[in-house]
C-alpha cells in the first residue's frame, strides 16, 4: 500500500503529516511506519484527543468518598487460619498463576536495563526478578505444585527481560512455567492539535498503555486462554519492583477465595494524609482508587474522632483476580477508561528537525488496573502489614522515599522478625538474608530450629 492510501485513510482524523516523509524512508522504515498506522484506532485516539470521552469529576467523587469496607489485620485468629487453608488448598491444587508486572525501567534508579535486573538482595545481590522467582519456587516447594508464572513487559523492557531469562536459565524455573508478553502502546498527542507525534520520519512517538493494559494483552497474547487450559481459576498480581511481596500469598488468596470476591487488593495504612499511594475508598457502594495526586486535601486530611485518617487505606498494587472476571473484561474493549497525563515528548516536526520541548507539549494515555475494582460485583479489600509486605524500589539512594537502602533493610529486618519467631536471636547490626527456597514463610524458619541461638555475623540462609 503506498502514500496515497495512507494519506487518504488519515485524511478524516486529520493526521496526514504521517506519512509526509514517506519519500525518504526505506522499504523497511516504510513497512514498519504501516504496521504502526494500521495499529492504531484513529476514531478513538481522536476522541481521546478531544476530551470528548468521559472526564471523571475527582473532587466530586472525593466527597462521596468512604473507607472501603475491608478485612484489617485484626480479622480474628479464626478468621485468619481459615483463610490460609482455603488458600494454600487452592494453590495445591493447581488453580493459582502469578502475575508479575516489570514493564518499567530502571531510569530514577540510575539503572540502565529493566528494573527487575536490579540487584536488591541485601546480601546476596539477587535481581529483583530473582527475588519474585524464588519466592515463587519457594511456594512451588512448599505446596508441591507447579505455579505459572506470567511477566508483561513493556517494548523498552521486553527484549532484554526475555534474554535475561535465556542467559539464566530462566532463573530456575522450568521453561514450560514462563510465559512472557507485551503491553500495548498509545501514541502520544500534540496537546494543542491533537496531531499524533512522530518520534522520527519513520516512527510513531508512543509509550506503554499502562498496567491496566494487562487485560487486552493477555487476551491478545492468549495468556487467558493458557489459564483455561491449565485449570488457573485465579491470578496473583505484583510489580517487580516491591520485593516483600510473598509470591501467591495464600493468606490473601484464601480471603479472596472465602468472600467469592472478583478481585482483592492488599492495602496497608497509610502513614500520613498525603502519602504517595493510591487511595482504596467506596464511593456509592463500589470500591476504587483515587490516586495521591489527584485527592483533595480537604478529603485526604479527613479524621475519624479518634484522630485517625478516615481515608487510611493505600494501595499497594497487589491483587488477586479471577480469570473468569478477567475474561468477562477482556471481551468489553471500553472496560477500562484511559486516563490522560500532560508530559513532555520530543518529537519531529513538519520540517524534519527534532524539537526537544521544556516543558508539557502532549497527551499520553494510560489504564490502571485498579479501575477493574468497580467493575466487580464483589471487591474485597485486605489490610496487610506494610513492614511485611511493602518496601517498593523507585528511587536512587539518597531520596526521601522507596530506596533500594530502605528495601534491603527492610527485608533483612522482616527475616529478623522471622528468625526471632524461632528463638534466634541477631544483633541490631547484623544483615539477615533468607531464601525461599531454605524457607518460604515464618513457619518455616520456625521449624528449621529446635533450640535458642544468637547470631552476631551477617547470614545468608540459602
Same mark, same amino acid.
Given at each position: ?17 504521517? &506519512? ?112 519474585? &522467582? ?52 498509545? /501514541? ?157 515528548? /520530543? ?116
Amino acid at each position: 500500500m503506498d502514500k496515497q492510501h495512507y494519506s487518504s485513510m488519515l485524511k478524516p482524523y486529520k493526521q496526514q503529516h504521517l &506519512v509526509q516523509f514517506w519519500d525518504e524512508l526505506s522499504d523497511e522504515d516504510r513497512s514498519a511506519l504501516r504496521a504502526q498506522i494500521d495499529s492504531i484506532d484513529f476514531q478513538r485516539l481522536s476522541e481521546l484527543a478531544s476530551k470528548k470521552s468521559q472526564q471523571i469529576d475527582i473532587v466530586e467523587l472525593a466527597k462521596r468518598a468512604v473507607p472501603p469496607k475491608a478485612i484489617r489485620l485484626n480479622c480474628g485468629e479464626e478468621q485468619t487460619k481459615a483463610a490460609r487453608a482455603s488458600g494454600e488448598k487452592a494453590i495445591r491444587d493447581g488453580r493459582v498463576g502469578m502475575v508479575l508486572v516489570a514493564g518499567g525501567q530502571g531510569t530514577r534508579l540510575g539503572f540502565d536495563l529493566p528494573k527487575g535486573m536490579f540487584p536488591i538482595g541485601p546480601l546476596s545481590q539477587r535481581t529483583l526478578f530473582q527475588m519474585h &522467582v524464588d519466592s515463587l519456587r519457594g511456594a512451588m516447594k512448599k505446596f508441591q505444585c507447579e505455579i505459572p508464572l506470567f511477566i508483561m513487559t513493556s517494548p523498552a523492557t521486553d527484549q532484554d527481560t526475555r534474554d535475561y531469562f535465556a542467559q539464566n536459565n530462566n532463573l530456575g524455573l522450568p521453561a514450560h512455567l514462563i510465559y512472557i508478553f507485551q503491553q500495548g502502546v498509545m /501514541p502520544a498527542v500534540d496537546a494543542m492539535s491533537g496531531k499524533v507525534l512522530l518520534e522520527s520520519k519513520s516512527q510513531i512517538a508512543v509509550s506503554p498503555d499502562g498496567h491496566g493494559g494487562i487485560v487486552e494483552a493477555m487476551k491478545k497474547n492468549g495468556i487467558l486462554t493458557a489459564c483455561q487450559a491449565k485449570g488457573i481459576e485465579h491470578l496473583f498480581y505484583a510489580q517487580v519492583d516491591n520485593p516483600l511481596v510473598t509470591a501467591c500469598d495464600p493468606l490473601l488468596i484464601g480471603h479472596h477465595l472465602i468472600s467469592e470476591s472478583q478481585m482483592t487488593t492488599q492495602v496497608v495504612k497509610k502513614r500520613f494524609a498525603k502519602e504517595k499511594v493510591g487511595n482504596v475508598v467506596a464511593i456509592d457502594g463500589k470500591t476504587q482508587i483515587i490516586e495521591y495526586s489527584d485527592l483533595p486535601d480537604e478529603a485526604a486530611e479527613r479524621r475519624n474522632s479518634d484522630g485517625s485518617l478516615a481515608l487510611w487505606a493505600g494501595n499497594i498494587a497487589v491483587h488477586v483476580i479471577s480469570c473468569a472476571f478477567l475474561q468477562n473484561c477482556s471481551e468489553d474493549s471500553n472496560s477500562l477508561p484511559f486516563h490522560i497525563a500532560h508530559k513532555t515528548v /520530543p518529537y519531529v516536526n513538519e520540517s524534519g528537525d527534532r524539537v526537544k520541548p521544556t516543558q508539557p507539549n502532549a497527551f499520553k494515555f494510560e489504564k490502571f488496573v485498579f479501575d477493574l475494582l468497580p467493575k466487580a460485583s464483589v471487591a474485597l479489600v485486605v489490610e496487610g502489614d506494610a513492614a511485611e509486605v511493602f518496601a517498593p524500589v523507585k528511587n536512587s539512594d539518597g531520596a526521601a522515599t522507596d530506596t533500594p537502602a530502605f528495601c534491603r533493610t527492610s527485608l533483612s529486618q522482616r527475616f529478623k522478625r522471622w528468625l526471632a519467631a524461632a528463638n534466634v536471636e541477631t544483633d541490631e547490626s547484623t544483615i539477615v538474608e533468607i531464601h525461599p527456597l531454605w524457607a518460604f514463610d515464618v513457619e518455616d524458619v520456625k521449624s528449621k530450629f529446635s533450640s535458642p541461638l544468637k547470631i552476631n555475623v551477617d547470614t545468608y540462609f540459602a
